[in-house]
């Protein structure tokens, strides 16, 4: 075993005696790590499954999830009906404005230097964050739902249930998109495409196309998510930021294309931040956690890299 197993295999063990250590502290440190997580992964996978395919870094991608939240508040007030039967029609809003998004901007980049795609991504973010405040100023929003509330006693712990909906809705994108990815005529032509572009190219596959199916995809999932979180969180322009820094950071430390990692480092990251907000006084190095490990997570690869 070379040093590099070793010290992943340490790493590991070092994680689960953390994890069953703080099970014993404070069991819901671990529930709501596991549903902050949910939340982390939910919004990580769709970004996850561009930067492994097309190969760009979407910076408008928080602000996507931002406006669909944004698309079912409208809806839930204007109609009165359900948040989560609105996601059906923002989802279907959500694949119109990925196709005009890539269609429109991002497809004359992909070919580009990475600057300017990020550049350009960010450019897209300022649009919607600032068209959204236009139109509904940034006062936040919110629809209470009584579901929402729900909670469950095991034992002496007692811990509301709502957010492993959250947890669903990560395993389910994770589950969808690998069996798309590898069952579907589609998703092979997706991961051939993703992994040598020109060679797809050589084979008849539709590289263009590919891509702004997987983008549209992308932005659908992000429509889902939107919905769910405007039933959980108060909703603000500027909402979607720290969720593109977070995404991006899961996608860092899972590698590029490992979409069952993304799930994984988000266990790993929420029920940190969890623990870390439990201590008195912690709430604060959340963030710094998060980050902490995101660079803890680079090194070690980067570790494994130079001596492989």
Not at 112 to 139: K, R, Y
Not at 247 to 255: D, K, P
Request: proline residues 4%.
């Amino acid at each position: 075993m070379n040093k590099f197993n070793r010290l992943q295999v340490a790493v590991t063990v070092a994680t689960g005696i953390a994890v069953f250590l703080i099970l014993l502290w404070r069991p819901t440190v671990v529930v709501y790590g596991l549903q902050r997580a949910g939340l982390y992964a939910s919004v990580a996978l769709p970004m996850a499954l561009v930067l492994g395919i097309v190969h760009i870094v979407n910076l408008g991608h928080g602000e996507m999830m931002m406006v669909a939240a944004y698309i079912t508040y409208a809806l839930a007030r204007a109609i009165g009906i359900d948040p989560l039967i609105a996601l059906i029609p923002t989802a279907g809003a959500m694949l119109i404005l990925g196709v005009v998004i890539y269609k429109t901007t991002i497809a004359h980049t992909v070919k580009g230097p990475e600057l300017n795609q990020l550049i350009l991504t960010f450019g897209i973010a300022m649009v919607l964050g600032q068209t959204v405040n236009l139109i509904a100023t940034s006062q936040p929003r919110k629809i209470s739902v009584g579901y929402v509330s729900s909670s469950m006693t095991i034992g002496e712990v007692s811990f509301g249930t709502y957010d492993f909906v959250f947890v669903a809705l990560a395993l389910a994108s994770l589950f969808g998109l690998l069996w798309f990815l590898k069952k579907t005529r589609l998703g092979k032509a997706a991961t051939a495409v993703g992994q040598n572009p020109q060679g797809a190219r050589i084979v008849g596959i539709d590289v263009q196309g590919t891509y702004t199916i997987v983008f549209t995809i992308s932005a659908v999932l992000l429509g889902i998510v939107g919905s769910f979180f405007m039933t959980k969180f108060s909703i603000f322009p500027t909402v979607g930021g720290a969720y593109t820094m977070r995404s991006f950071s899961l996608v860092a430390m899972a590698g590029i294309g490992n979409l069952p990692m993304v799930v994984i480092s988000a266990v790993i990251l929420g029920i940190a931040e969890a623990a870390i907000q439990a201590i008195p006084g912690g709430g604060s190095w959340a963030p710094l956690m998060f980050f902490g490990l995101i660079i803890f997570a680079i090194l070690l690869r980067s570790f494994r890299e130079s001596h492989s």
